[in-house]
């Protein structure tokens, strides 16, 4: 079974800190993304990735980073934490392999920046 | 260019009566048009999708309805019941970039009992 894991549920952080949310993927997919999500804006896209070591900005990348230093895992990075950057963040991931576009989601990590 | 419009933002359906939730696009690339699900507390999963060679895709209560001259798509949901309530997005894609996928704006739908 497919599985895309994200390393918290919740983190609160203050303003200015530095932030790192995890993903690992289980499914040797080689491409990962990482999204925030708020409401009646949907998803949009923060950052992608399309191999190791490779990285795409995507429509809001002000304010982040990203790793890729190995297939499985892809993590964003919040270099001095604002609270407008206070939101839930969704990472997926998705193959060449499979003949759908299909992407799939972890649970999500609700950021709270205090 | 690259916006998906969704609408509307949230709806409330009453057990057993039809759930439409509508999308429009502007790129005429796109070519790939999927519905994802988002439960609380879960993240999105695919529910449905369709190529713009067909003007409707069916799957159990679920329909996928394509105009590709006007530029829109919708999801229906008929019989709507209470497992139903969720967030859906529509999204749209160009296969050549890579898979990325571009979401509108998300529908809260909510089903009364």
């Known amino acids: 079974d497919v599985k895309v894991t994200q390393s918290s549920r919740y983190l609160v952080k203050r303003t200015g800190e530095k932030v790192f949310l995890e993903c690992v993927q289980d499914?040797?997919?080689?491409?990962m993304f990482w999204y925030r999500q708020d409401p009646g804006l949907g998803l949009r896209l923060i950052y992608f990735?399309?191999?190791?070591?490779?990285?795409e900005k995507g429509d809001i990348p002000e304010g982040y980073s990203v790793s890729r230093e190995k297939k499985e895992r892809f993590s964003l990075i919040l270099e001095s934490a604002s609270t407008n950057q206070t939101s839930m963040y969704l990472c997926?991931?998705?193959?060449?392999?499979?003949?759908?576009?299909?992407?799939?989601f972890g649970a999500g990590t609700r950021l709270s920046v205090l | 260019q690259q916006q998906v419009k969704q609408s509307p933002q949230s709806l409330i359906v009453q057990k057993g009566g039809i759930s439409i939730i509508n999308c429009a696009y502007e790129?005429?690339?796109?070519?790939?048009f999927p519905w994802y699900q988002q439960f609380p507390g879960k993240g999105p999963a695919l529910l449905i999708a369709?190529?713009?060679?067909?003007s409707e895709k069916k799957e159990g209560r679920f329909t996928i309805s394509f105009n590709k001259s006007a530029k829109q798509f919708s999801l229906h949901i008929m019989d709507s019941q209470p497992g139903d309530s969720a967030t859906y997005f529509c999204?749209?894609?160009?296969?050549?970039?890579?898979?990325?996928?571009?979401f509108g704006q998300g529908t809260e739908l909510s089903v009364k009992p």
């Open positions: 997926a991931s998705s193959s060449w392999r499979e003949k759908k576009n299909i992407q799939y």
């Open positions: 499914m040797d997919h080689e491409n």
């Open positions: 990735s399309y191999d190791v070591k490779m990285k």
């Open positions: 790129n005429t690339a796109f070519d790939y």
């Open positions: 369709i190529r713009p060679d067909v």
């Open positions: 999204a749209a894609s160009v296969y050549n970039q890579g898979g990325k996928l571009i």
